[in-house]
């Protein structure tokens, strides 16, 4: 099990549900307590010091998970379904700045709100404009060698694509070879499906997972049943990582320490 961590790099604004901070004293914490790699939820690579972000990994011995986009969203309210043509050629240039981030990684891209609502009044107009969207950052990813992922979200976070099904059905309409699946454990909680039979729909197309248990805290402190899904991914033969994208009450660390004791007893 190769497990992650979420970390807002330096740029962000709004919380993240992981870690923010001085990365040294962050990244020696999270190798300590059996982390092997970050997720850095980015909002602006041109605003970082990429340099000394990248020599920083390599100090203490990290690796970058995947990136996800989720403060594109929340700091500077950036989406695919945008009505301003402006506002929507923005959020896929900011996709591309990432991409050109994660191609230094060789890292996945997470997109989950960034994709945007659907507006109930001009529907197939909302559609047209968030696979365009996708469409222009698969492209662009493709030529550096990185792969995007669609993660479905529940229907309090956004009004389409819920479910792991319907992920992958959209997945399959676009049709591009670059475009994958990303799941999170807090949203699947959501489907009320069989998590076993639900990996297996998605095994061909699954790159990347989030942990969480129920209201978000932490793996072994709600009741989800998390030795059903380890069992799953064995049967998938899921070997990719594992990003822990959970709440806490006080302590990061001690939390993260937490669950990553409570998730190898699972091995």
């Known amino acids: 099990m190769k497990l992650a961590y979420v970390y807002g790099t330096s740029e962000t604004v709004a ?33 970082i010091d990429i340099v000394a972000f990248e020599k920083n990994l390599n100090r203490y011995g990290l690796e970058v998970a995947a990136v996800g986009t989720g403060p594109v969203v929340s700091d500077d309210k950036l989406t695919f379904t945008d009505h301003k043509n402006d506002s929507r050629a923005e959020a896929v240039k900011r996709v591309k700045d990432i991409v050109d981030f994660a191609s230094r990684f060789g890292a996945p891209i997470n997109i989950g709100k960034l994709r945007g609502e659907i ?34 979200q529940n229907k309090k976070n956004i009004n389409n694509i819920h479910s792991t099904v319907e992920a992958l059905d959209f997945i399959e309409e676009m049709n591009i070879s ?41 793996p072994g402190k709600g009741d989800f049943d998390f030795g059903c899904v380890i069992q799953s991914l064995g049967d998938i033969q899921y070997e990719n990582y594992i990003s822990l994208e959970v709440t806490y009450e006080k302590d990061w660390y001690e939390e993260a320490k937490s669950a990553a004791s409570f998730l190898s007893l699972l091995k």
């Open 15 to 47: 919380p993240v549900l992981g870690a923010r901070g001085d990365a040294h004293t962050i990244f020696p914490r999270l190798k300590d307590s059996g982390y092997v790699a970050i997720e850095p939820f980015v909002r602006d690579p041109k605003l």
């Open 119 to 152: 507006d109930v009044n001009q529907p197939e107009q909302s559609w047209k404009w968030m696979k365009e969207g996708f469409i222009e950052v698969c492209e662009y990813a493709e030529k550096r060698g990185i792969n995007i992922m669609l993660e479905p």
């Open 178 to 218: 670059n475009f994958y699946l990303m799941l999170d454990i807090y949203h699947m909680s959501f489907e009320n499906r069989n998590i076993s039979s639900t990996f297996a729909k998605a095994k061909n197309k699954l790159l990347h997972l989030h942990f969480a248990d129920r209201n978000r805290v932490v």
